[in-house]
């Protein structure tokens, strides 16, 4: 499987930046989706996140300000982000949960299990 992510860039403080992750290869199910972000110097933090049935969380500082939806027919992630702040300054992944079921033979049984997957982030710089 592999992310692709885009729509990073400079903008000005209080404008819009939309982000974008694709991913492709082999994608039985997309599960859980997030934007993650590293700002320089500092430790890598969740953004926001959105399950299977588009149920969706925020990190405190950019509630009411960033939105992350999903396209499942596309295998795309969308972070719409508006009123940019100069701390919103980073590089953003994507990060991807998919489960992959396999057959356990003899049992007629299942296995079940999540692989995380992350794209190659994409820069996001905010000046005031």
């Known amino acids: 499987v592999q992310l692709q992510a885009s729509g990073g860039g400079l903008v000005q403080s209080g404008e819009s930046l939309t982000l974008s992750c694709t991913a492709s290869?082999?994608?039985?199910?997309?599960?859980?989706e997030r934007w993650y972000r590293q700002a320089p110097g500092k430790q890598r933090e969740l953004v926001a996140s959105?399950?299977?049935?588009?149920?969706?969380a925020y990190a405190d500082s950019v509630t009411g300000r960033f939105t992350i939806s999903r396209d499942n027919a596309k295998a795309t992630v969308n972070l719409q982000m508006s009123d940019l702040k100069p701390e919103d300054t980073a590089v953003y992944y994507c990060n991807v949960d998919v489960r992959v079921t396999a057959p356990i033979p003899g049992t007629g049984r299942e296995d079940v299990r999540i692989d995380t997957y992350w794209g190659q982030g994409t820069l996001v710089t905010v000046s005031s």
């Open positions: 959105i399950t299977r049935s588009e149920s969706t």
């Open positions: 290869g082999s994608i039985s199910y997309l599960d859980t």
